[in-house]
């Protein structure tokens, strides 16, 4: 009986000290050999070489490193901190096969330009620059101006003009916030007379019943030369 005992005890500590073997290889051929080292580094979604290598630098990871001192989470911070405000996104994965590690990046895209400034807002309403390689992308000078005194007021513009028709987007130049609840937008201005129409609009409430009033205005004769329109009443809207 106590020779079964035993042999059992035994066999109990061989197979702690073989897992414990396993987990002390693995901790060594992971943190001091270069058998599981970085061999390669990709950057998706950057656009260009230019910032691919802003990007690398900035992640500081380099060929040769061990794969398992490379933190993700660390390197995400580093982007937090730093100008790079227009990457919505930044994922960071390691391939211990291959030894890659993967830099995905998720830009913002602007919907709306602020007014008198370089910077954007995306459809979440927040701010960003983009960098100089980006500043002619296709599209910019199609976005609409906002205008907006505070960070609630621009994400509200933002919010508001992602509720109109598409239609009636394509009309708009800017988009003013005096408040979260008061916007103003204006317009290219009708095909007979080519002026600019301001529209005071109010909240966002009946947005489609204020679109309507606003189409039939403007296609009335004696409104041709009209520089504002008040819809803030839509049951009593005027013109000027």
Same mark, same amino acid.
């Given at each position: 009986?106590?020779?079964?005992?035993?042999?059992?005890?035994?066999?109990?500590?061989?197979?702690?000290?073989?897992?414990?073997?396993?987990?002390?290889?693995?901790?060594?051929?992971?943190?001091?050999?270069?058998?599981?080292?970085?061999?390669?580094?990709?950057?998706?979604?950057?656009?260009?070489?230019?910032?691919?290598?802003?990007?690398?630098?900035?992640?500081?990871?380099?060929?040769?490193?061990?794969?398992?001192?490379?933190?993700?989470? #660390?390197?995400?911070?580093? /982007?937090?901190? %730093?100008?790079?405000?227009?990457? =919505?996104?930044? *994922?960071?994965? @390691?391939?211990?096969?291959?030894?890659?590690?993967?830099?995905?990046?998720?830009?913002?895209?602007?919907?709306?330009?602020?007014?008198?400034?370089?910077?954007?807002?995306?459809?979440?309403?927040?701010?960003?620059?983009?960098?100089?390689?980006?500043?002619?992308?296709?599209?910019?000078?199609?976005?609409?101006?906002?205008?907006?005194?505070?960070?609630?007021?621009?994400?509200?513009?933002?919010?508001?003009?992602?509720?109109?028709?598409?239609?009636?987007?394509?009309?708009?130049?800017?988009?003013?916030? #005096?408040?979260?609840?008061? /916007?103003?937008? %204006?317009?290219?201005?009708?095909? =007979?007379?080519? *002026?600019?129409? @301001?529209?005071?609009?109010?909240?966002?409430?009946?947005?489609?019943?204020?679109?309507?009033?606003?189409?039939?205005?403007?296609?009335?004769?004696?409104?041709?030369?009209?520089?504002?329109?008040?819809?803030?009443?839509?049951?009593?809207?005027?013109?000027?």
């Amino acid at each position: 009986m106590e020779i079964k005992k035993l042999s059992k005890r035994v066999k109990q500590e061989l197979s702690i000290g073989a897992l414990l073997l396993v987990i002390a290889t693995g901790a060594y051929l992971l943190g001091w050999t270069n058998l599981l080292t970085v061999k390669e580094i990709s950057v998706t979604g950057s656009p260009n070489t230019t910032i691919t290598t802003q990007i690398l630098n900035l992640a500081g990871v380099n060929k040769g490193e061990k794969l398992a001192r490379i933190e993700p989470r #660390s390197i995400n911070s580093k /982007f937090e901190s %730093t100008s790079f405000n227009w990457i =919505k996104s930044i *994922k960071i994965s @390691r391939n211990w096969f291959s030894g890659t590690v993967s830099i995905n990046l998720a830009t913002r895209y602007p919907v709306a330009r602020l007014n008198g400034s370089d910077e954007f807002l995306d459809s979440e309403g927040v701010r960003f620059a983009l960098p100089a390689e980006f500043s002619t992308f296709k599209g910019q000078n199609d976005l609409v101006l906002i205008s907006a005194t505070s960070p609630n007021n621009q994400r509200a513009a933002v919010q508001f003009f992602s509720t109109l028709p598409p239609e009636f987007k394509r009309e708009l130049t800017g988009l003013s916030a #005096s408040s979260s609840a008061n /916007f103003q937008v %204006t317009i290219k201005g009708n095909a =007979k007379g080519g *002026k600019q129409l @301001r529209i005071n609009w109010g909240s966002a409430s009946d947005t489609a019943l204020k679109v309507k009033i606003y189409k039939a205005l403007i296609a009335l004769p004696e409104n041709s030369k009209i520089s504002s329109m008040d819809l803030s009443d839509p049951n009593s809207p005027t013109v000027k």
